[in-house]
């Protein structure tokens, strides 16, 4: 019989690799739009409306509050560390990057309701549980296997 992933819960923090990327894009971001601009100066109003939205993006993607994410063996549930920064949510976690020692995850809620959260995970979050976060994060939930509805009894 296979089982599935642990049960695990763990703390995720903010992670100077993950703020030093996404300063770097939006540094690459910025230097493309310049260069855009410089090839026909009238297009300098949109350059502007363009680099305020990579601002926005940066700020957005770098103020990651700290994170409990928990896998109950069923699903993944979120909550901010503090309460200040909003409610928790329940769903799916998809792998967007794998680093090996690090981790960029995507929260997708549960019936596509709320907004996506973009979560950098290092393995100095939680050492001891790094390994059973890597199993639990590509381990098919029942919600996500299409066999697990056809086969229930009920079905």
């Known amino acids: 019989m296979r089982r599935g992933a642990p ?6 923090h903010r992670h100077r690799w993950w703020r030093r990327a996404v300063t770097a894009l939006a540094l690459l971001a910025l230097g493309g739009l310049a260069a855009w601009v410089l090839g026909a100066p009238d297009r300098w109003p949109l350059a502007l409306l363009l680099c305020a939205l990579v601002l926005w993006a940066v700020r957005a993607a770098v103020s990651v509050p700290p994170l409990r994410l928990r896998f109950d063996g069923q699903g993944w549930h979120w909550r901010p560390v503090s309460p200040v920064h909003g409610v928790g949510g329940s769903g799916r976690v998809q792998v967007v990057l794998d680093l090996g020692d690090r981790l960029l995850l995507c929260l997708l809620p549960a019936g596509g309701k709320g907004p996506r959260r973009w979560v950098p ?4 979050d939680a050492p001891s549980l790094w390994h059973a976060l890597r199993c639990a994060v ?3 939930t029942p919600g996500d296997d ?5 086969n229930s009894p009920d079905a």
């Open 121 to 124: 995970v290092d393995a100095s």
């Open 138 to 140: 590509y381990c098919r």
């Open 146 to 150: 299409p066999l697990a509805v056809s």
């Open 7 to 12: 049960v695990l819960e763990l703390t995720v």
